[in-house]
């Protein structure tokens, strides 16, 4: 089996992805999410993410928190509408680092669980997953988990397992937009 490790964004949005990826993959999943704030709402994901793959019997990597590494990545894309510019650059730099990871973890492919949220744009998250695949010479999975009722079925497992299901995407800037 290709070994794959998949970013995810938070516990609810892996739920699906792991249900549907884990019987053909050998499948760890790479928490890592700078962007999250503040630091008291990222470990309430990270817990959450933990609990998912505790049920689904995957292992996974949690990545740095530094936020203000993220900051200083998307600079000047703060007054930025939701879904635009600073959106396709966090998840530039997320999924650089989990192409990284996996490079040099030895897996043969990498992906995010990005793509179930009705709210993030499959489009553009598949061409920079692309572009990093070309940069970093790993295979990028490139996929739609809001297919056949994704996100759906994503509600309805984080009601099962009891998740906690955040209100916004994540960052500061989001927060202040979404909320």
């Not at 938070?10 to 050998?26: F, M, Q």
């Not at 998307?74 to 939701?82: C, F, M, N, Q, R």
């Amino acid at each position: 089996m290709e070994k794959l490790l998949l970013h995810s964004c938070c516990g609810p949005c892996s739920t699906v992805c792991i249900e549907r990826l884990k019987d053909n993959y050998d499948l760890t999943i790479f928490y890592f999410n700078p962007n999250i704030y503040p630091k008291e709402e990222y470990e309430k994901r990270k817990e959450n993410q933990k609990k998912v793959c505790e049920f689904f019997g995957v292992p996974v990597i949690d990545g740095d928190y530094d936020e203000e590494k993220w900051l200083k990545f998307v600079s000047g894309l703060e007054e930025e509408k939701e879904g635009g510019a600073r959106c396709e650059k966090c998840f530039r730099f997320r999924l650089q680092e989990t192409a990284v990871k996996a490079k040099e973890q030895g897996f043969d492919k990498f992906g995010t669980t990005l793509t179930v949220s009705p709210h993030k744009s499959t489009l553009i998250i598949n061409k920079v997953g692309k572009e990093i695949e070309k940069e970093s010479g790993i295979l990028f999975l490139e996929e739609s988990f809001k297919k056949k009722d994704g996100y759906l079925r994503s509600i309805n497992l984080s009601k099962e397992l009891s998740l906690y299901r955040q209100n916004y995407c994540g960052c500061r800037y989001s927060i202040r937009r979404e909320n």
